[in-house]
């Protein structure tokens, strides 16, 4: 890991106060229990590497007992896995919303706003996105496996602008799913590499390059 590439450290989610009695519901406790765990993992995995977390490392973070944790997690493999989903639909969400008061009809548009959101997110978040963007590659078959629906879940995105430009310039090339894959894996091949050499501050510097590629790909090939 690039020791200079990570200096950012938001904090875990505060702990409830301890003793005594407070007006929080017992399902209350225990959600703010598990974002603890969640923001932890994926810190801890971020500073030691997927292999050698431990759960010790994660309770010791989120400030929860030993049996808190498996009250909610079967182990670290599950706690990860649980805490890359979290990420995934926050990732997700955040793009939503930047599109939401974009025209349907101005693909080329939604393409920049998307990346520049995704992007930006990602920055938000940069213990998760290194967590998840590359500790994740050497993780358990679950967490493997959930990362192969996510890619199935961008590729489904890309689909969609492509829909778009196909019904505004239906003369323009036709792109392929096995293209859209490699769309993402680029994508993620630049997102990697930033952030190991310049660290995750810097992520939305990409977006003009990689706003520019996706259009390429999906045919805009003059955009501008």
Known sequence: MCATARKSKPAVPAKLPRGGRHPLTQQAVAASQRARMLAAVARVVADKGYATSTVADVIALAGVSRRTFYEQFAGIDDCFVAAYESGMR???????????????????????????????????????????????????????????????????????????????????????????????????????DCLQRRGAARLPQLADEASAFALKVLGAVNAK
């Open 90 to 192: 926050a990732l997700f969400a955040a793009i939503r919303d930047a599109l939401r008061q974009t025209p349907t009809d101005d693909w080329r548009e939604r393409t920049r706003i998307a990346i520049d959101a995704y992007l930006r997110a990602l920055a938000a978040m940069p213990d998760a996105t290194w967590a998840f963007s590359i500790e994740a590659l050497g993780a358990n078959r679950k967490a493997l496996e959930y990362r192969s629906r996510v890619i199935a879940q961008w590729v489904a995105q890309w689909r969609a602008l492509q829909v778009l430009r196909e019904h505004a310039e239906p003369r323009g090339a036709k792109v392929s799913d096995a293209q859209l894959l490699a769309l993402v894996g680029g994508i993620e091949e630049l997102v990697r």
